[in-house]
């Protein structure tokens, strides 16, 4: 069973958890063959009892109705602008990374050189 057909599978579950016929693992094509689906399939059983669906509040869908309109309005008629984002001065972050890297090893060779210095010979052999 290939990746689509488990993509499939699990559509088909899903269309039945949200509709009114019920559709379990062991009905979707290859359920048997492939125990993934069927911990999927429980999963999403489970999270379906779980969530309740919610409905928007009619002041807010009507906002976002008229926002989306506009919106498409706009860009039939070419107005909108997509403002593109600033570039980005890899260098620069890149030579901060360098930097703060060259940082840390100065850090660690000095305290290593102090630990070394007040260890005895003794603790130095060993």
């Known amino acids: 069973m290939g990746q689509q057909d ?6 088909t579950h899903a269309d039945g958890l949200n509709g009114t016929a019920m ?21 999403a ?16 869908r009507l906002k976002l109705e008229r926002d989306l309109r506009e919106v498409a ?9 997509i403002a593109e984002p600033a570039p980005r001065p890899e260098w620069l972050i890149g030579a901060a990374v360098a930097l703060v890297g060259g940082i840390a090893y100065l850090l660690r060779s000095r305290s290593r050189s102090e630990h070394d210095l007040s260890a005895t010979p003794q603790q130095r052999s060993a």
């Open 6 to 11: 488990v993509a499939g599978a699990l559509a």
């Open 23 to 43: 559709v379990t693992a062991a009905n979707l094509p290859g359920g048997e063959s492939r125990p993934e689906l069927a911990e999927l399939s429980s999963l």
């Open 45 to 60: 059983e489970r999270v379906k009892l779980v969530l309740a669906p919610v409905r928007a509040p009619a002041a807010y």
């Open 73 to 81: 309005r706009q860009r039939m008629q070419g107005e909108m602008q």
